[in-house]
Structure formats: C-alpha cells, structure tokens
C-alpha cells in the first residue's frame, strides 16, 4: 500500500508528513525492517493508562482503550497481536513525558474548584512507576528498547490545534478532537490523550527515530574499511541525495538497534 499524507489538524483525515528527504515510505521501512506491518502504540502512562494504536501508512486509528491494572494492560497488549501483520519489531511505543515536573513544586488543594494536586512530586513519581510497568510488560515481548520515544504534552498537543474552544481546558479539548478522529464519541481523557499521543508519534515521532536510525547507519558505513566495495555517506539528512535514504532504510543496524530513549 502506498502511503499517504496525513493533516494533524483535520482530525479524521490524513496526517502531514514532514517536508524533506526523508520520506515516509522510506521511515516505514526502518521501523518495518523486520517485515511486520509499522504501527505506533500511544500510552498516556497513569493508574488508568490510556493506550493507542496508530498504523501510520493509512493513518487510521486501529485500537484505543484504558487500562487500570497489570491485568488489563497484559489483555490489552495481547489484543494487538490480532492486528495485520503485527510485530512487536515493527512497533514504535510513545509514552507521555512527565519529566518536566519541578521535585520542588506543590500544588495546594484549591477549594473552589475541588481540583487536588496534579503536578506534586509524589505524582510524578507514580507516573514513573506506571511507565516502568508498561516497560516490563514490552521487554517480555522483546520489543526493542531502542523503540521507545518520550513526547512531551507541549510537542504532542500540537495536533490539537484548532480544537479548544473557548472554556475548554485541555482534556475536553482532547476528548473533542480524538472523538472526531476515531468517528465515535469518547468519555475518556485517557484515551483521548494516548489517541494524541499515537498520532503525533506516527508523524513527528516516526519522522524522529528513522532519520536518528539512518544517520546511525550512515556513520556506521562511514567507520567501514576503504576498499573497492567502500561506499561514502554524508553526515546529516539534510546532504543526501535523492535515494540516499531509501538505501540505507534497507540496511540493518550495526549496533543492536541504538540506544533505550525511553
């Protein structure tokens, strides 16, 4: 199947591909190197974890739900295996990166709205233990570590544009736009979010681990012997020639798949 552009701003339509040379034909065949179908799993990581699916080359939303416990999350990740051509090999995982949260800061209780702390240090770090258990739950599946990217609520909100409205805070916006672009209406935040999450990732995320994919392949070609079979590669995409990326997409990795980003 041909890929397609996809517009991160009409919700139930295709998504932009980044301008330049690395194509998405040719960022699919970095993730698919292992000949299983790419697709982008979402997870907005928390006590209820919200998780989605995104086949890039179509764009669509293939899966979405929530999960509250080890058990759901296990049921969740099995119900993948049921998709065409899945391979834990083929799959780009995007968590939600919480980092940003300052160990120093407290948020008191505000009376008037009954909202408690959300961004207190000890939230932080069950959102971090929330992470290390989807973690474990891939590394029993070997997905490869190397495959796991972290999207800050600032990057993957982006695809949200247009969609508050005025009075929205950001989870009815979120809830707003994922509805819109799965056809159905969402009660979730959860996985409104992880839905936003996938989709930035099949975009901005993809774009992101193949072009770091093939500059590593690139210099690895680089550090090979000269000799009569010795082929040059430039440094950064942004020097390739037409075809260039094409090539080394084809090419295996030469360091087990570079490093753990996630």
Not at 161 to 173: E, I, M, V, Y
Not at 211 to 225: E, G
Request: glycine letters at 12%.
């Amino acid at each position: 199947m041909t890929p397609r552009a996809l517009s991160l701003t009409a919700p139930g339509g295709p998504l932009g591909w980044p301008a330049g040379d690395l194509s998405l034909a040719d960022a699919l065949a970095v993730l698919g190197r292992a000949s299983g179908t790419p697709y982008v799993l979402g997870i907005d990581q928390a006590a209820t974890s919200g998780y989605a699916v995104v086949e890039p080359a179509s764009g669509r939303v293939v899966a979405s739900g929530t999960t509250s416990s080890t058990e759901t999350q296990v049921a969740a990740l099995e119900r993948l295996r049921n998709l065409p051509g899945f391979a834990w090999s083929a799959v780009l995982v995007v968590f939600e990166d919480h980092g940003g949260i300052d160990p120093l800061y407290r948020q008191r209780f505000d009376p008037k709205t009954g909202k408690a702390p959300d961004r207190s240090p000890r939230v932080a770090v069950g959102l971090g233990d929330a992470r290390g258990g989807w973690r474990v739950l891939l590394d029993l599946r070997a997905h490869p570590k190397a495959q796991r990217r972290l999207a800050a609520p600032s990057e993957w909100r982006r695809v949200l544009k247009g969609a508050r409205l005025p009075g929205d805070d950001l989870k009815t916006a979120a809830v707003r736009w994922a509805s819109a672009r799965v056809g159905r209406r969402l009660t979730s935040d959860d996985e409104a979010d992880a839905i936003g999450i996938a989709t930035w990732g099949a975009v901005d995320g993809l774009h992101g681990f193949a072009a770091d994919r093939l500059r590593a392949r690139a210099a690895a070609r680089a550090r090979k012997p000269e000799g009569p079979d010795a082929r040059s590669s430039p440094a950064s995409l942004e020097s390739w020639q037409p075809g260039a990326a094409a090539e080394l997409a084809r090419e295996p990795d030469n360091d087990n798949g570079g490093k753990e980003t996630a």
